[in-house]
């Protein structure tokens, strides 16, 4: 078990351009969040998977960002048309249930220029 | 839906001396409650969680915490501050259900020698 692996974990893109993230769990948890961090704050919720289901998403999401997880592996999160306010710590973390600890990756730190 | 309120940004103590760390929640549902820490340009760390079993849990590093239903609060205590404690503090509740994991806005610890 090697725990929450994230890649890549430096990103610099150009305003307007596509990026997208991905995030491989734990293997057999079935719970996996997506969180944004800037710098002074807490992690703000994106979104979490239940196995392949996206259960949530939080309505600060725009719809420049999707989220997937085919067959309840592996996430990948993907934001569109990238803006200067998307810069921040992107965090991914997994869970065998809500009563049981997260373990985070290490993240994706996104800058765009 | 839930949510956790950190009652204070900054919290700073001196060496040797107690740690209070406070945190109120909210959730429709018998909560999960964690305590996280991050340490400057490191990962999230679990510190301790409650999961409907004792109301006083303990955790790593000498810190602990109280579950009072009562007060819908989960104070993190130290009896004796250490300089290595000096980091970023995050009350994290998870409910059932469909519920995901909310993180409070952290409370940043300094201790002084």
């Known amino acids: 078990d090697t725990g929450v692996s994230q890649d890549p974990r430096h990103k610099i893109t150009k305003r307007g351009q596509n990026v997208t993230f991905r995030c491989d769990p734990i293997s057999e948890h079935n719970r996996l969040y997506w969180y944004r961090q800037t710098l002074g704050q807490g992690p703000e919720f994106l979104t979490y998977f239940q196995n392949e289901a996206q259960l949530e998403k939080s309505r600060l999401l725009s719809d420049r960002f999707s989220a997937e997880r085919p067959k309840g592996s592996f996430s990948t999160l993907e934001i569109q048309r990238t803006e200067q306010g998307d810069s921040a710590m992107y965090l991914c973390?997994?869970?065998?249930?809500?009563?049981?600890?997260?373990?985070f990756g290490q993240g994706t730190r996104l800058t765009v220029v | 839906a839930q949510s956790v309120t950190q009652l204070d940004s900054h919290v700073s103590v001196s060496e040797g001396t107690p740690v209070l760390l406070r945190c109120n929640y909210s959730?429709?549902?018998?909560?999960?409650l964690f305590w996280y820490v991050q340490h400057p340009n490191k990962g999230l760390q679990l510190l301790l969680k409650?999961?409907?079993?004792?109301?006083l849990v303990k955790g790593i590093n000498g810190f602990e915490a109280e579950f009072k239903k009562s007060e819908t609060s989960f104070h993190l205590t130290k009896p004796s501050a250490h300089m290595s404690d000096a980091a970023e503090y995050f009350c994290?509740?998870?409910?059932?259900?469909?519920?995901?994991?909310?993180f409070g806005a952290g409370t940043r610890l300094t201790v002084k020698p």
């Open positions: 409650y999961t409907s079993a004792a109301t």
């Open positions: 994290v509740v998870s409910g059932g259900g469909n519920n995901d994991m909310r």
């Open positions: 973390a997994s869970s065998l249930g809500y009563e049981t600890e997260a373990f």
């Open positions: 959730s429709s549902y018998s909560p999960s």
